[in-house]
């Protein structure tokens, strides 16, 4: 999918013990991304923000865990950033994957984990080697 648009999904974390479905907001455009979580108190869910590379947390209210992801889906780190954060850029990275702390570990969301990203009607797959 070359396009994205901001707007509801699913994400699909497969880990040993099974299938994790966690729904998503998906945060494509300039205003969404910029926005992210700020002004929030937590989120159900995750927040998909693409294209993106790093994060900060500056103005948050609550600590997330942060998830960078390269063309494939695949996971490449997680970590746990506190308000008033910056984040350093991930060269790879093309997306980013925001959940309240402690979220990601209880999906089983970790660096080498490859997720699938469900947007309202369609799915979107890894671009063809």
């Known amino acids: 999918m070359g ?14 013990t099974g299938v994790r479905e966690v729904p998503l907001r998906i945060a494509a455009s300039y205003r969404a991304r910029a926005r992210g979580l700020l002004g929030v108190d937590g ?7 693409t294209p993106c590379g790093s994060v900060h947390t500056f103005r948050m209210r609550f600590t ?25 850029p ?9 959940s309240e702390a402690g979220a990601m570990d209880a999906w089983g969301l970790r660096p080498g984990t490859r997720v699938r990203v469900c947007a309202a009607a369609t799915e979107v797959s890894p671009p063809a080697p």
């Open 90 to 98: 991930r060269l790879r990275a093309r997306h980013v994957v925001e």
């Open 3 to 16: 396009t994205w648009r901001d707007g509801g999904g699913t994400l699909t974390v497969g880990t040993d």
């Open 64 to 88: 997330i865990d942060v998830a960078y992801l390269d063309r494939e889906f695949n996971v490449l780190a997680v970590r746990t950033m506190r308000p008033g954060r910056l984040g350093l």
């Open 43 to 49: 989120i159900d869910g995750a927040l998909l923000i």
